[in-house]
């Protein structure tokens, strides 16, 4: 069975303090690798889809990496508005009953102070 | 322009009570989907629809049927409902079921009292 774990569950960051977030996974072949953003109340909001080993994809202040067991979100100089739940979740190359099932991980609450 | 949208965005009801949550997207997606997010913030899927055709079934109860009536809208109906099933209820949508971005709702947030 599919498997995503994210750590830390929670970081606190002071403004301009970057860091990263980590998505650790068990698939059965990888199809993509999905970052999400979710603000209180709600859906998640897409950010980045990643489908290899080695593959890296930028938005503003963040930075998504993939290797063969495990993603990092790296955040560069945070601000307060990027505090939100990250969610990292998973596509299998699984066909039939599971085609575009994603798994998620428990997601990380980053908050920003300023 | 809500791409994906849900109603209603809140849900108060009794045990025993049945109940439906609906889902429109107007991206022309072919794909949509039900997303479960418990207490712990997990979001698990339920069920996925391709141009009206049941994909995805997870392990979920009897009690919950989703429904298709054209390729834009994915209602999901929950008969006798439990406080187990107090939730918050995504709806999703994609391009197809394959690696495309799943787009999601803004969420119902169901209460069983």
């Known amino acids: 069975e599919d498997q995503v774990t994210q750590s830390p569950e929670a970081l606190r960051l002071q403004e301009g303090e970057s860091s990263s977030l980590n998505c650790s996974y068990t698939?059965?072949?990888?199809?993509?690798l999905f970052w999400y953003r979710q603000d209180p109340g709600k859906g998640p909001e897409f950010l980045f889809t990643l489908y290899s080993a080695g593959e890296e994809k930028e938005k503003e202040r963040l930075k998504a990496t993939l290797t063969k067991k495990e993603s990092f979100l790296h955040i560069t100089a945070p601000k307060p508005e990027d505090s939100a739940t990250y969610l990292c979740?998973?596509?299998?190359?699984?066909?039939?009953?599971?085609?575009?099932?994603?798994?998620f991980g428990q997601g990380t609450i980053l908050t920003v102070h300023p | 322009d809500t791409a994906v949208s849900q109603t209603p965005k809140y849900l108060v009801t009794q045990m025993g009570n049945d109940k439906s949550i609906k889902c429109e997207q107007n991206l022309g997606h072919d794909t949509m989907y039900w997303y479960k997010q418990d207490s712990k913030k997990f979001l698990k899927i339920m069920f996925s629809y391709n141009n009206k055709e049941l994909i995805i079934n997870e392990t979920v109860p009897n009690r919950f049927s989703p429904k298709s009536p054209d390729k834009a809208h994915l209602n999901l109906h929950i008969n006798s409902l439990e406080l187990g099933d107090s939730a918050v209820y995504f709806c999703?949508?994609?391009?197809?079921?394959?690696?495309?971005?799943?787009?999601f709702g803004p969420g119902t947030r169901l209460l069983v009292l």
């Open positions: 979740a998973v596509q299998a190359n699984a066909g039939g009953t599971s085609y575009g099932k994603l798994t």
């Open positions: 698939v059965s072949g990888l199809r993509g």
């Open positions: 999703a949508s994609s391009q197809r079921g394959g690696e495309e971005t799943q787009y």
